[in-house]
């Protein structure tokens, strides 16, 4: 557990949590946009595909537009732009979890 109380799991592309049985067990992800392999943005896509409705929080160093909309209308909780302040994160993660709730 973190110091935000959240338990995490971190892995090493998109590929890796795909092929893992995460997605039964998790709230919500935080993804870069930029992975290596897949883009989150792919993720998304994919995860979708299969009908997995996690939540999403993508992230970016990378200033364009284009992106941040496609991320958007991914239909994600949020896209911050690195850096971001840890509460920025925190607040985003308490959302997701908070919709998530909600649909259940």
């Known amino acids: 557990m973190n110091a935000s109380g ?3 799991e ?4 998109g ?10 067990k998790a709230t919500c992800l935080v993804l870069d946009i930029h992975l290596g392999g897949i ?3 792919e993720l998304r896509r ?3 595909k ?7 929080i993508f992230m970016t160093a990378v200033d364009d537009e284009a992106i941040h909309l496609e991320a958007m209308e991914s239909g ?3 896209c911050l732009r690195k850096p971001f302040a840890a509460r920025t994160l ?7 979890t908070s919709e998530r709730a909600n649909r259940m």
Not at 10 to 13: A, D, L, N, Q, R
Not at 15 to 24: H, I, K, P, R, T
């Open 50 to 56: 299969l009908g997995c409705k996690l939540a999403i």
């Open 90 to 96: 925190v607040d985003a993660i308490g959302i997701a």
């Open 10 to 13: 971190v892995f090493s592309s």
């Open 39 to 41: 883009s989150g943005i």
């Open 46 to 48: 994919r995860l979708s």
């Open 6 to 8: 959240y338990d995490t």
């Open 76 to 78: 994600c909780v949020a």
């Open 15 to 24: 590929e890796a949590f795909l092929d893992g049985v995460a997605a039964s």
